[in-house]
């Protein structure tokens, strides 16, 4: 009776559970924590920058009300204060169903210490979507919610589903439309578990590794390059948990994504969700700036067009896909081609050629002006004869008359060209100096000076209007005659990548080296394939291998590093031997090598660890500590030597180490190899093997074996001794 | 006031979010919005009919903005302050016809409401002015004698009648707004039942072993047809799939759900097929005031089709879809352009909408209206909940319906709302 009592209550509450229905919830950042779109970022957060004349967050908050999500909390960092303005003052604050609250940070630095702060306010009850402010989509929610859902119920290690989005794969595509770096991603078709995730931007070298134990654990893996993250996710709770517990995780894809996949202690999983007819991107650079401002031009954002958006202040689409606002002042030999945006009180003068462009509110354009494909914001000024090409002009700019912007300039906020001035392509003009302090880490840089430069914004605001005179003597030769401002120099990459992220088109000969770099990697694929086969190039074969043991290298040291890090922590912490066997293991996976390199590496710790914890260099001291440590550790190291060529790989490593890194160990060699043979870590078979391998090499190889001759000669007489005995035995028989 | 704002909210936010499908649905939503609004309305003693056409009209521009394309909207917001309009015409008539006869057999009501006079001299002149409107055509009709006559005479002002008539004023205020919206729910009676209204006469039309042709799905045309078939008519329906939404499909599959015989064709075919069909039976976005159709994309082929056939074009349609405007006038919104990704995968197209290479300009232009214009010229034959009617006849009936006042729903400069 009680227990059916129980049971029935149980069944209460789980329907009780389904009832009390959670509002669908998201966490909107505010702030995308890079410098790619600076000189502008400095004086506005990027979410606030217009999109076809609208600011992206609106973008963003349109698609969260109409996707059915009830609550918003938007994370402000850079320039918090005018995030909130907005949103207050915008008809978000005051929506039916639909509440928008924001929560303010000074010192975040990245998006994970945005969620560790959310977690901490517990505002987060349930899925959410994670979303970027700065993200453009149409998507219909309902069915990667009920996915996620599902998927959830059978197994709650299932905390997160990313949406992709295929796109077509072209050799440049990827990188001339978003410009972003090439994407591979791993799925399992079936299931739409991610397995893998890499951008090509810490794989330069041409080729992913994949871990074995996934494609042992898969049945089908399908490896695909032509997929667009949308960097839409739905995530459960825990994923906000999760970042608290690695509080060195910042960046959503390269650290908690990775981190997921490769950690598989907690057997997270990330699933995908794949769109085909919605739209989603997110706007990471100037150049994915240009290509979503096309497309929602071309409308394939509807309903999140400028026409349907922006309800009061009428737009309309006229033919061929121009839109105007209700108040423009055309000229009548004006020439407006299609694709273009013009915003309210704009006016515009006499034999004006525009095309491809968006035209900001209250702007003024000359006459005999030539504006292509660029994004003019609002209030500029532009004279007579002025010729833009490509270019993003912000709010307040002065053009004065006959100046030049050539592809890919931006000018930011107030800037003033003189005349007859022609801005070289490319240039990054602004108001504000260029910040001199720089942080070799993209991402930290923003964090690092932005309170710095954020001071700076106001004093130059506070000052404008007192030392305009003054600012205008400075910079006066930077930008002509009457021009206010200071192009920056070129910083980012430091090579010349920057027609990489630009608003301009890539230039064709640079096109044509990307053919051409393209067609070199299928060449050298080509190659690599020849190698398999009989007939295979062996130069390239002897290249392919010397740059792969390169790199093996490089990432063996840093592995060995990190074990001897994780050992020392083990030995002063008195960790379990078994945690520290785990922990290793952690480190082996993530850096993809076999257990023969973590055995060696282990040693490798083991053997420093006695040398460093030796007061003196007095051989007897340091022999008793090295006991002493292979005896408490030796669980550890036989773990990983599952056989005679592991511990042959140990011995090789003593011998390294004695040669070079812990010269103190040399005389010790065939002490401590009497050791390990007595703790039964090393076989005899293994010695003597390894003693047989030497036989071959050079003299100066054979120092220690001629030094541990006596240990080696009294092994070999055991042995014959022991055959002996059993040759006499069968004998006997 | 809050409550019916909240509802204005949320109801411009789904017009502006494209969220309500099909004009039936937005014009019995507005219909029922705008009830809401005028039983909220607090009415001032004078000039009532004024306030209330006020406040519609705040409410109404404001939704009309929010969705320029569906012009149900303004229909039935036109439709409102009509129905205001006319039932203040009403009420003022019957007040002269009460006077005529008070004033002859009843002299002590009269004193008793001789109580206040003060108000009458402005109280009358602001009625006379917003309520004394030039008669339509149904009133014309209707009651020839009295009406008509009637306001122009009290324009011109006698006193005793002036007199009565602000007297009649406190019963009156409170009739007003109740007689309008009784017209407002008698309104949305007939947007929901007008499917069967239309319905009703599908026997007339539809005969025995005719092939019928329809593009795309409307609900008026389904019922139209299954009304045939419960009346025991057998015909044949072929359906034009519409795309790129297909709607046809969905409506080939109710069809055969009600046991009719349907053969799907793709829009192009229908040239080919038109000389076998005997009448074509389409619904309709819109129906402008020169007869002019705003229907699904694609049906101005099929007319022409018909056309070109001599087979008959006819046009269901409900009197919400009637809009007094004409497709010419500045303020009709006639397309809407959808997205791109209802004719193409986004996926397998992105290289060619790559702005990166070449000039940074696209090649590939992808265009998807919502909306043909069919002209007059072409519909044989509109099928309304009051009949059939030719297109030359649709300005006539939409006078019936609309006030010549309210074809631009603007608000007058003094309104504080």
Redesign the interface.
């Known amino acids: 009776m009680g227990a059916q009592k129980k049971g029935a209550a149980a069944r209460v509450s789980e329907d009780a559970e389904d009832l009390a229905r959670h509002p669908l919830q998201a966490i909107l950042l505010a702030d995308s924590f890079t410098t790619k779109f600076r000189p502008i970022t400095l004086e506005r957060p990027k979410v606030l920058l217009p999109l076809a004349n609208i600011p992206m967050i609106d973008y963003t908050l ?1 698609w969260l ?2 996707a059915g999500v009830e609550e918003v909390f938007v994370f402000c960092c850079a320039h918090s204060k005018q995030v909130i303005n907005y949103l207050e003052n915008s008809e978000w604050s ?4 639909f509440s928008v609250s924001t929560i303010e940070s000074h010192d975040s630095t990245g998006a994970g210490d945005a969620l560790r702060l959310i977690y901490e306010r517990h505002v987060i009850h349930g899925d959410f979507v994670l979303i970027s402010g700065d993200t453009v989509s ?1 998507m219909s929610l309902t069915q990667a919610l009920q996915e996620h859902k599902e998927r959830r119920k059978k197994d709650s290690n299932a905390v997160m589903t990313m949406v992709v ?6 050799p ?2 990827q ?3 978003l ?1 972003t770096d090439e994407l591979f991603m791993a799925i399992n078709p079936d299931t739409k578990e991610l397995l893998c995730y890499e951008d090509k931007a810490e794989y330069s070298k041409g080729f992913i590794s994949l871990d074995k134990t996934l494609i042992a654990d898969n049945p089908s893996i399908v490896l695909h390059n ?1 997929k667009q993250d949308c960097y839409i996710d739905i995530c459960s709770e825990e994923v906000l948990s999760i970042f608290t517990d690695n509080f060195d995780y910042q960046h959503l894809r390269r650290h908690f994504v990775k981190g997921l996949l490769v950690d598989d202690l907690m057997g997270y999983k990330i699933f995908t969700h794949e769109i ?4 989603a991107a997110r706007i990471d650079n100037f ?1 994915s700036y ?2 979503v401002s ?2 929602i031009i ?6 999140f067009v400028p026409d ?1 958006l922006c ?2 202040s ?1 737009i ?2 006229e033919r061929q ?1 121009t839109y105007r606002a209700s108040e423009v002042t055309l000229s009548r030999s004006a020439q407006i081609c ?2 273009t945006v013009i915003g309210q009180g704009t006016k515009i003068g006499n034999d004006t050629k525009i ?2 462009s968006v035209i900001g509110e209250g702007c003024s354009i000359g006459s005999n002006v030539t504006i ?2 660029s994004y003019v914001w609002n209030n500029v000024t532009i004279e007579d004869g002025c010729q833009l090409r ?1 270019a993003i002009v912000c709010d307040g700019v002065i053009m004065k008359s006959g100046a030049v912007l050539e592809p890919g300039v931006v000018l930011s906020f107030k800037v003033v060209v003189g005349k007859q001035f022609v801005v070289p392509a490319y240039s990054m003009v602004s108001l504000l100096q260029q910040p001199t302090q720089q942080d070799s880490d993209e991402e930290l840089e923003y964090a690092d000076s932005s309170s710095a430069i954020t001071g700076a914004v106001d004093k130059v605001n506070g000052d404008a209007t007192s030392d305009l005179s003054e600012t205008r003597y400075g910079p006066t030769s930077e930008l002509g005659t009457g021009g206010v401002g200071y192009i920056w120099s070129i910083f980012e990459g430091g090579n010349d990548e920057e027609w990489r992220h630009s608003v ?3 230039p064709t000969d640079k ?1 044509a080296k990307i053919m051409l770099e393209k067609d070199k990697d299928e060449e050298l694929l080509t190659q690599d394939g020849n190698v398999v086969s009989p007939s295979g190039d062996l130069k390239s074969d002897s290249d392919g291998n010397a740059s792969d043991n390169n790199d093996n290298e490089g990432s063996y040291v840093s592995f060995e590093k990190e074990v001897e890090a994780t050992f020392l922590r083990a030995v002063l912490e008195n960790h379990e031997v078994d945690n520290a066997i785990l922990e290793v293991n952690g480190l082996r996976l993530s850096y993809n090598l076999a257990s023969v390199d973590c055995a060696g590496a282990i040693f490798y710790s083991m053997m420093k660890w006695a040398v460093e914890s030796s007061h003196n260099a007095r051989a007897s001291e340091l022999h008793k500590n090295a006991a002493a440590i292979i005896t408490k550790w030796k669980k550890l190291l036989k773990y990983y030597l599952h056989g005679i060529d592991e511990e042959i790989e140990v011995i090789l490593k003593f011998e390294e180490i004695c040669l070079e890194s812990c010269r103190e160990f040399s005389p010790l060699f065939p002490q401590i190899l009497h050791l390990l043979y007595d703790k039964e870590i090393i076989q005899e078979e293994a010695i003597l093997r390894w003693a047989d391998e030497k036989e071959g090499a050079d003299e100066s190889d054979k120092v220690f074996v001629r030094q541990s001759e006596s240990f080696l000669q009294w092994l070999r007489e055991a042995e014959e001794e022991e055959d002996e005995e059993e040759e006499e035995e069968e004998e006997e028989k | 006031m809050p409550d019916t704002q909240a509802l204005v909210n949320d109801f411009l936010n789904k017009l502006k979010k494209r969220k309500i499908e099909g004009s039936q649905a937005t014009a019995k939503q507005t219909a029922e919005l705008l009830r809401s609004v005028i039983s909220q309305t607090r009415v001032p003693y004078t000039n009532q009919a004024g306030a209330l056409i006020d406040s519609v009209k705040a409410v109404g521009e404001r939704l009309i903005a929010a969705n320029p394309v569906e012009l149900a909207v303004g229909n039935i917001v036109r439709r409102v302050l009509h129905i205001i309009r006319e039932e203040d015409l009403s009420l003022t008539t019957a007040a002269m016809a009460g006077l005529n006869l008070s004033a002859v057999s009843d002299d002590e009501d009269d004193t008793d409401r001789d109580d206040h006079p003060v108000l009458s001299a402005a109280a009358v002149a602001a009625a006379s002015r917003s309520t004394l409107r030039p008669p339509s055509l149904q009133t014309l009709l209707e009651d020839v004698p009295d009406s008509a006559a009637v306001p122009h005479t009290s324009s011109s002002g006698g006193d005793s009648e002036g007199k009565s008539k602000s007297a009649d004023k406190s019963s009156r205020s409170r009739k007003l707004k109740h007689d309008v919206i009784e017209a407002v729910n008698e309104l949305i009676q007939d947007i929901n039942t007008c499917h069967e209204q239309i319905a009703e006469q599908a026997v007339e039309h539809i005969h025995q072993n005719e092939v019928i042709l329809t593009l795309g799905s409307s609900r008026t045309v389904l019922e139209f047809l299954c009304a045939a078939k419960e009346k025991k008519r057998s015909f044949r329906v072929f359906v034009a799939e519409g795309a790129p939404r297909y709607q046809g499909h969905l409506l080939a599959k109710e069809l055969v759900a009600r046991g009719l015989q349907t053969t799907l064709i793709t829009d192009s075919a229908v040239f080919a097929m038109i000389s076998r069909v005997n009448m074509v039976i389409v619904g309709a976005h819109a129906v402008m005031a020169n007869g002019g159709v705003i229907a699904p994309v694609g049906l101005n082929m099929v007319a022409l089709a018909a056309q070109k056939h001599a087979v008959p074009f006819v046009v269901l349609a409900g009197s919400h879809k009637l809009c007094p405007l004409y497709p010419h006038n500045p303020e009709v919104l006639l397309n809407e352009l959808r997205s791109p990704s209802e004719l193409l995968d986004f996926g397998e197209f992105s290289d060619l909408m790559d702005f990166g290479s070449g000039k940074g300009a696209p090649l590939l232009h992808v265009v998807n209206p919502t909306f043909d214009y069919v002209p007059p010229k072409l519909v044989s034959l509109f099928i309304t909940d009051t009949g059939g009617h030719n297109p030359s006849y649709m300005y006539r009936l939409i006078a019936d319906y609309y006030s010549a006042d309210d074809l631009v729903v603007q608000r007058r400069p003094t309104s504080g709302n």
């Open positions: 349109a009300e109409s005051s929506h039916p169903n149409n989005k295929k796109s077509k794969h072209s440049i595509t990188q001339s439309r410009g032509d085909h007819s919605s739209y150049r240009d290509t096309k497309d071309q409308r394939w954002t509807y309903p349907v309800g009061n009428a309309k689409v896909g299609p694709f095309s491809h292509e494909g490509h301009a088109p890539i096109l």
